[in-house]
Protein backbone atom coordinates (compact mmCIF):
# COMPACT_ATOMS: atom_id res chain seq x y z
CA UNK A 1 0.00 0.00 0.00
CA UNK A 2 1.12 3.40 -0.89
CA UNK A 3 2.47 6.22 2.00
CA UNK A 4 2.29 9.67 1.20
CA UNK A 5 2.98 12.19 3.84
CA UNK A 6 3.34 15.59 3.73
CA UNK A 7 5.76 16.25 6.61
CA UNK A 8 7.93 18.58 4.73
CA UNK A 9 4.92 20.75 3.45
CA UNK A 10 7.01 23.75 5.13
CA UNK A 11 9.96 23.57 2.89
CA UNK A 12 10.39 24.91 -0.61
CA UNK A 13 11.95 22.32 -3.02
CA UNK A 14 14.43 23.35 -5.72
CA UNK A 15 14.22 19.67 -7.19
CA UNK A 16 11.89 16.64 -6.87
CA UNK A 17 13.41 13.34 -8.22
CA UNK A 18 11.70 9.94 -8.22
CA UNK A 19 13.79 6.46 -7.44
CA UNK A 20 12.32 3.29 -9.12
CA UNK A 21 12.97 -0.39 -8.61
CA UNK A 22 11.43 -2.99 -10.21
CA UNK A 23 9.53 -6.16 -8.90
CA UNK A 24 11.27 -9.31 -8.90
CA UNK A 25 11.35 -11.92 -6.28
CA UNK A 26 10.10 -8.98 -4.27
CA UNK A 27 7.31 -5.77 -4.82
CA UNK A 28 8.89 -3.32 -6.66
CA UNK A 29 9.80 0.26 -4.62
CA UNK A 30 9.41 3.75 -5.74
CA UNK A 31 10.15 6.87 -3.77
CA UNK A 32 10.15 10.33 -4.46
CA UNK A 33 12.33 13.07 -2.87
CA UNK A 34 12.60 16.52 -2.52
CA UNK A 35 15.70 18.26 -2.58
CA UNK A 36 16.30 22.09 -0.63
CA UNK A 37 17.28 25.06 -3.18
CA UNK A 38 20.57 25.59 -1.60
CA UNK A 39 23.45 23.60 -0.22
CA UNK A 40 23.51 22.75 3.66
CA UNK A 41 26.19 24.97 5.44
CA UNK A 42 29.46 23.32 5.47
CA UNK A 43 28.93 20.96 3.09
CA UNK A 44 28.42 20.84 -0.99
CA UNK A 45 24.98 18.40 -0.48
CA UNK A 46 21.70 19.36 -0.41
CA UNK A 47 18.86 18.07 2.28
CA UNK A 48 16.73 15.93 0.89
CA UNK A 49 13.06 14.78 2.35
CA UNK A 50 11.13 11.26 1.43
CA UNK A 51 8.20 13.04 0.77
CA UNK A 52 6.56 9.37 -0.58
CA UNK A 53 6.97 5.86 -1.27
CA UNK A 54 5.05 2.68 -2.55
CA UNK A 55 5.72 -0.44 -2.59
CA UNK A 56 3.72 -2.84 -5.41
CA UNK A 57 4.34 -6.54 -6.28
CA UNK A 58 2.51 -5.89 -9.77
CA UNK A 59 4.07 -4.08 -12.10
CA UNK A 60 1.19 -2.57 -14.03
CA UNK A 61 0.28 -1.05 -10.61
CA UNK A 62 3.09 -0.05 -9.46
CA UNK A 63 3.95 2.14 -12.97
CA UNK A 64 0.56 3.60 -12.35
CA UNK A 65 0.99 4.76 -8.77
CA UNK A 66 4.30 6.27 -10.35
CA UNK A 67 2.64 8.03 -13.05
CA UNK A 68 0.19 9.66 -10.67
CA UNK A 69 2.45 10.75 -8.09
CA UNK A 70 4.93 12.11 -10.70
CA UNK A 71 1.98 14.63 -11.96
CA UNK A 72 0.90 15.44 -7.81
CA UNK A 73 4.55 16.25 -6.96
CA UNK A 74 6.12 17.60 -10.24
CA UNK A 75 8.69 14.79 -10.23
CA UNK A 76 11.17 16.33 -13.02
CA UNK A 77 12.59 12.74 -13.27
CA UNK A 78 12.42 9.06 -12.46
CA UNK A 79 15.48 7.26 -12.41
CA UNK A 80 16.25 3.72 -12.22
CA UNK A 81 18.01 0.67 -13.66
CA UNK A 82 17.50 -0.15 -17.90
CA UNK A 83 15.66 -3.74 -17.27
CA UNK A 84 14.47 -4.70 -20.83
CA UNK A 85 11.72 -6.77 -19.85
CA UNK A 86 9.92 -3.62 -17.79
CA UNK A 87 11.55 -1.43 -19.87
CA UNK A 88 9.23 -2.92 -23.10
CA UNK A 89 6.40 -3.30 -20.88
CA UNK A 90 6.92 0.60 -20.43
CA UNK A 91 6.91 1.83 -23.71
CA UNK A 92 4.25 -0.75 -24.83
CA UNK A 93 1.97 1.16 -22.07
CA UNK A 94 3.22 5.17 -23.20
CA UNK A 95 2.72 4.19 -26.61
CA UNK A 96 -1.37 3.38 -25.16
CA UNK A 97 -1.47 5.95 -23.43
CA UNK A 98 -0.03 8.29 -26.02
CA UNK A 99 -2.47 7.47 -28.42
CA UNK A 100 -5.15 8.51 -25.27
CA UNK A 101 -3.69 11.86 -25.13
CA UNK A 102 -2.40 11.31 -21.71
CA UNK A 103 1.19 12.07 -20.79
CA UNK A 104 3.82 9.04 -21.07
CA UNK A 105 6.01 8.27 -18.28
CA UNK A 106 9.95 7.41 -18.76
CA UNK A 107 12.52 6.37 -16.24
CA UNK A 108 16.11 7.89 -16.83
CA UNK A 109 19.13 5.06 -15.98
CA UNK A 110 21.13 5.91 -12.81
CA UNK A 111 24.67 6.15 -13.15
CA UNK A 112 26.40 2.98 -12.06
CA UNK A 113 23.22 0.68 -12.04
CA UNK A 114 23.87 -1.18 -15.27
CA UNK A 115 24.51 -4.80 -13.47
CA UNK A 116 21.65 -4.59 -10.40
CA UNK A 117 24.32 -4.23 -8.11
CA UNK A 118 23.92 -1.19 -5.72
CA UNK A 119 27.08 -1.24 -3.37
CA UNK A 120 27.48 2.82 -5.19
CA UNK A 121 24.36 3.87 -3.82
CA UNK A 122 24.36 2.39 -0.47
CA UNK A 123 27.38 4.13 0.51
CA UNK A 124 25.71 7.26 -0.87
CA UNK A 125 23.18 6.74 1.45
CA UNK A 126 25.19 6.00 4.27
CA UNK A 127 27.14 9.28 4.04
CA UNK A 128 23.95 11.54 3.36
CA UNK A 129 22.43 9.78 6.87
CA UNK A 130 25.57 9.54 8.59
CA UNK A 131 25.24 11.80 11.87
CA UNK A 132 27.99 13.92 10.84
CA UNK A 133 26.72 14.93 7.51
CA UNK A 134 23.02 14.17 7.73
CA UNK A 135 21.31 15.81 4.78
CA UNK A 136 19.01 12.57 3.92
CA UNK A 137 15.69 13.00 6.24
CA UNK A 138 12.90 9.90 5.99
CA UNK A 139 9.82 10.35 7.61
CA UNK A 140 9.42 8.86 11.10
CA UNK A 141 6.65 6.13 9.38
CA UNK A 142 8.25 5.21 6.21
CA UNK A 143 9.29 1.48 5.81
CA UNK A 144 12.80 2.61 4.51
CA UNK A 145 15.06 2.66 8.05
CA UNK A 146 13.67 -0.93 8.11
CA UNK A 147 14.83 -2.14 5.00
CA UNK A 148 18.13 -0.05 5.25
CA UNK A 149 19.47 -1.74 8.57
CA UNK A 150 18.36 -4.95 6.73
CA UNK A 151 21.43 -5.02 4.65
CA UNK A 152 24.55 -6.98 6.13
CA UNK A 153 27.83 -4.42 7.16
CA UNK A 154 29.23 -7.39 5.72
CA UNK A 155 26.93 -7.75 2.56
CA UNK A 156 27.24 -3.99 1.24
CA UNK A 157 29.62 -5.26 -1.99
CA UNK A 158 26.93 -8.20 -3.14
CA UNK A 159 23.85 -6.56 -2.25
CA UNK A 160 21.42 -5.85 -5.62
CA UNK A 161 18.17 -4.88 -6.16
CA UNK A 162 16.56 -7.46 -6.33
CA UNK A 163 17.57 -8.14 -2.83
CA UNK A 164 16.90 -4.88 -1.55
CA UNK A 165 14.47 -3.06 -3.88
CA UNK A 166 13.62 -0.46 -1.38
CA UNK A 167 17.15 0.71 -0.45
CA UNK A 168 17.88 0.36 -4.07
CA UNK A 169 14.86 2.88 -5.62
CA UNK A 170 16.23 5.37 -2.26
CA UNK A 171 19.79 5.02 -3.36
CA UNK A 172 18.89 5.76 -6.93
CA UNK A 173 16.91 9.27 -6.63
CA UNK A 174 19.56 10.33 -4.15
CA UNK A 175 22.57 8.79 -6.28
CA UNK A 176 20.87 11.22 -9.31
CA UNK A 177 20.57 14.27 -6.74
CA UNK A 178 24.03 14.21 -5.57
CA UNK A 179 25.97 13.33 -9.07
CA UNK A 180 23.61 15.88 -11.47
CA UNK A 181 23.84 19.25 -9.25
CA UNK A 182 21.14 21.73 -9.49
CA UNK A 183 21.45 24.10 -12.76
CA UNK A 184 21.18 28.03 -11.43
CA UNK A 185 17.27 28.62 -12.42
CA UNK A 186 16.10 26.26 -9.47
CA UNK A 187 12.42 24.52 -10.42
CA UNK A 188 9.68 25.63 -9.29
CA UNK A 189 8.00 22.86 -6.23
CA UNK A 190 4.56 22.69 -7.10
CA UNK A 191 1.98 20.97 -4.27
CA UNK A 192 -1.15 19.69 -5.32
CA UNK A 193 -4.18 18.69 -2.96
CA UNK A 194 -4.80 15.08 -3.06
CA UNK A 195 -7.76 14.50 -1.59
CA UNK A 196 -5.47 11.59 0.43
CA UNK A 197 -5.83 10.02 4.00
CA UNK A 198 -1.85 11.71 4.35
CA UNK A 199 -1.14 7.93 6.02
CA UNK A 200 -2.59 5.53 4.06
CA UNK A 201 -2.39 7.42 0.48
CA UNK A 202 -6.20 6.73 0.21
Not at 99 to 110: H, I, K, M, N, Y
Not at 156 to 180: D, M, R
Request: net charge neutral; glycine share 8%.
Amino acid sequence: MPIIRHEWKGLDFGRVFGGLAWPSDKPGFAVIVGEERFPAIGTKDYHCYLIAEVEEQSLQSLIAWCAELAAIYNVQNFYGRRHPPCIRYLNVRNREVSERGLPEFRVSQTPNSEDGFIEYHINILLHRLSNEHQTLHLHKDSRLPGYLTAVPANGISTATESQFPAVAALGYAISALTIYKPRTEVIEYRRVETGRNPISGY
